[in-house]
Each structure stands twice: as structure tokens, then as C-alpha cells.
């Protein structure tokens, strides 16, 4: 059995195959364009996917080394993202169905991402905790099986990534902001400025508006010069509350269901002081965690197959009259 699997949600084209035998191929297709711009622009993105995604795709089946007879499903993200990018790579997987007389099946980005820690590693036979922590979510998930999810914690406003990105911008850093933060925060004071992580009525939700907008306050009371001085000391100090917050909630959880697993999943898990910070609360607290290698950890098509795979073994395929969901929730 393999899974070719298709992902276009924002501004990566991925394509990978999955098979009995693991992950054979895993391409990814970035759009630097969207840098000058300082965010993502979804026209833009829409029309890169269309230019990368045949190319992509003949890539994974050339580093497979498998043709499209021995395909035996198309998986594809189907939400949530950007609409117009969903589009390219759900039309195009519709498409191959058609043509190879392949069943489809819609992948949710989001348990994409939950799979991510087990495209090279068997899913926990427990029960676990998941932090979801990306561009778009921040989710605290309890997985009882694979597809059986319960939501523990969301985002009440701003997704941690899409944080990152903003103090980012306001400190005039460039895009994407959590890679620039995380490299010059190294060096940096990261108590330089103290940062109150918010109170929340759900003490597994979380809420990064107030710490940003902390942050923004801050600078305007700065001189130019100040600014420029302590510009990777303000990086830091986000940083460093921004990791903690999402590691005090989410080792809370662990502790308060008495779960012993947790994965952290998401582009944000590529952050180097997070990695640090959990493995150094996992000895403490004899937490297992597990954090995917970094390019599977941001947006890739690995994830997607392997998601597939799961689903194409339940026999739970998709109609091809399946439509793009921007806003799908896990």
C-alpha cells in the first residue's frame, strides 16, 4: 500500500508517498516571495502552488521510485488554510483520482499535524497529550486513539506563531518572525523586559494579545537608539515568556490527567529554547516528550500521507465532490 499525499494549505507545496515500509519521499516546494511582502499574500501563494505542484509531485515519484500504478489512495489537505491554495492541490488530487481511478481521502491540516511525531515512529498504544503550536493554532489536544481527540485549550486570540510574527514585524526583524527571534535571541538578555503571562478562566487556554501588545507598548516609549540597542533583549524576553507559557499549560495538563506522553507538534516546535525547555521539564517531571525532526514540523506532506495511511486502513475514503473548509476544525 502507498499514500501519495498532497499539501497546499498555505505557502508550501508538498508532496510525499507513504508506505508499509514508511515515508519513501517528502518534497517540499517553499515561496520565498512572501518575505518582501511580510506575510503570507494568498494570491500570490495560490498561484505558486499551481506553478510547483506537477513538479513537486513527479519529484516524490521519482525519489519513491514507484509509478502511479502502484498508488493505491490520493490524500490531500482539505482545510483548515488559506481557500484559494486548498484549492490547487485538492483540484489536482480530484484530478489523479479521476484519471488513476485512485479513492481519495481529505486530510484536516490540523491531525496532519498530530501525526507528524509518528511518520517514523509506531502511535502510542496510550492515551497523550498533544500541543498543537503553529502559525494559525495553538491547541492542547488529549488523544485517546488515533481520530479520537478531545480539545483541552485553544487560543483565545492569536495563534503563538502569528505572535512571534508580530513582535517580529514590530521590531522590524522581517518574515517569517519566529526563525529571526529565535536566532538572535541566543545572545540576548531575555530579562531584559518582564512579560506577565495573562490569566485565563480555562486554565489550559491560552492568550498571546497581551503579551504582544505589552511588547508594543514598550517600544514606543523607546528612543530609536534604545531600540536599536536592546532590540534582540525585547526579542528574547517574548521569547522566553511566550515558551514558558506554553510549557507551564501544557505540562499542567499532562500532570492534572495523569497522561505521561506529551507531543508537541506544529512550526513553532521547531523553536530552539522550546526544545531545550521541554526536554529539561521532561527529566524533572519523567515526562516522555516527542517533537518531530524540524521539517516535520512545519507545513509538509510527510504528515498528510502518514494521516493517510491511518485513514485508508479504516477504509475512510472521501467523496470527490469533497470541498476546501478554510476554517475546519479539528
Not at 531575555?190 to 512579560?195: I, N, V
Request: glycine residues 8%; hydrophobic residues 45%.
Amino acid at each position: 500500500m502507498n499514500i501519495l499525499a498532497i499539501e497546499t494549505s498555505c505557502d508550501e507545496t508538498s508532496a510525499a508517498i507513504y508506505g508499509d515500509d514508511g515515508l519513501l519521499a517528502n518534497e517540499i516546494a517553499s515561496q520565498l516571495i512572501h518575505q518582501k511582502y511580510g506575510g503570507v499574500v494568498p494570491e500570490l501563494a495560490s498561484r505558486a502552488h499551481v506553478r510547483n505542484i506537477m513538479p513537486i509531485i513527479d519529484a516524490a515519484l521519482t525519489k519513491a521510485s514507484i509509478s502511479k500504478e502502484t498508488i493505491s489512495a490520493i490524500a490531500v489537505t482539505y482545510g483548515p488554510g488559506l481557500v484559494g491554495s486548498i484549492l490547487v492541490g485538492l483540484n489536482f488530487a480530484k484530478a489523479l483520482a479521476l484519471a488513476w481511478n485512485k479513492p481519495l481521502i481529505g486530510i484536516n491540516h490540523i491531525e496532519g499535524h498530530l501525526f507528524s511525531n509518528f511518520v517514523n515512529a509506531k502511535f502510542p498504544e496510550e492515551p497523550f497529550i498533544t500541543l498543537i503550536v503553529s502559525g494559525g493554532h495553538t491547541l492542547l489536544v488529549r488523544v485517546n486513539a488515533p481520530g479520537q481527540y478531545q480539545i483541552m485549550g485553544t487560543t483565545k486570540d492569536d495563534a503563538a506563531g502569528e505572535a512571534f510574527d508580530k513582535v517580529a514585524k514590530m521590531l522590524n526583524l522581517g518574515y517569517p518572525g519566529g526563525p529571526i527571534i529565535d536566532k538572535i535571541s541566543q545572545r540576548a538578555d531575555a530579562s531584559y523586559l518582564r512579560l506577565s503571562k495573562p490569566k485565563m478562566d480555562n486554565k489550559f487556554d491560552f492568550s498571546f494579545s497581551g503579551i504582544k501588545t505589552a511588547v508594543l507598548y514598550f517600544i514606543k516609549k523607546l528612543a530609536p537608539e534604545e531600540l536599536e540597542k536592546h532590540r534582540a533583549d525585547i526579542a528574547a524576553s517574548f521569547q522566553s515568556t511566550a515558551v514558558n507559557f506554553l510549557i507551564d499549560r501544557s505540562f499542567s495538563l499532562v500532570d492534572e490527567i495523569g497522561l505521561k506522553i506529551l507531543s508537541v507538534v506544529g512550526g513553532v516546535a521547531c523553536n530552539s529554547l522550546l526544545r531545550k525547555r521541554l526536554a529539561e521539564r521532561a527529566l524533572s517531571e519523567n515526562v516522555r516528550v516527542l517533537v518531530p525532526p524540524p521539517l516535520l514540523c512545519t507545513d509538509n506532506a510527510a504528515m498528510i500521507a502518514r494521516a493517510g495511511y491511518f485513514k485508508y486502513q479504516k477504509g475512510n475514503f472521501s467523496p470527490l465532490s469533497i470541498s476546501p473548509d478554510p476554517s475546519l476544525a479539528l
